[in-house]
């Protein structure tokens, strides 16, 4: 009965709720076309490619039930890249994993889903942009190239495992990962002290 009330009202407003969409000047916040290749090289001399599959962008509603509906642009960062939890030594690769999303609930939001070879970024947390820009600048050397726009991205929660009775970081998180707002991620740490380095973006 309440959902025919609410279809009948809308009828009667010609409600159609609100949609809230992404400020073309925000959508640069992914400094992707979609269509990179992304060539990583680790301080131990090992290698990982992750390769770009482009922009989804849809609206869909917050909540359904709703009144007024209020409906959410994304666009959503698409990859495919190597299995963060290899059973062997042979390299896996995974479709269709969302790198990143940005979207517009009222205020533009930005959230960073990463993994890569044995490395993951245990992290849930969503960025406004005023919070992810107003992180603190730093420089990043990475070979011939300087980076001045770099923001460092760190986990809002640490991972560990129980090993020999000690409490350990888990052997596969991402410490910090190193954001340049022109050219995305070049860098990210772990705990251990290996580090990976943009060394090509195709």
Known sequence: MTRLLIIF??????????????????????????????IFRSNKGDMDTIFLEGITKF?????????????????????RRSDPNPKSDTIRYLDSLTMMTLFNDGATKLEIQFSTKNGWLYTNEVYTKDQFLYLPDTVLKIGAIQYHDVLIVAPNETITDVK?????????????????????????????GEYWELLKRE
């Open 9 to 38: 009202s809308c009828l009667v407003a010609s409600c159609n709720g609100v949609t809230y969409n992404i400020p073309p000047k925000d959508k640069g916040l992914i400094p992707y076309k979609g269509n990179e290749v992304l």
């Open 59 to 79: 609206v869909s509603p917050e909540n359904q039930w709703s009144f007024p509906l209020k409906h959410i642009e994304h666009e959503v960062l698409v990859s």
């Open 164 to 192: 020999n009775g000690k409490t350990v970081p888990r052997s596969n998180a991402i410490s910090k990962l190193y954001w340049s707002k022109s050219h995305g991620i070049i860098r990210y740490d772990k705990p251990d």
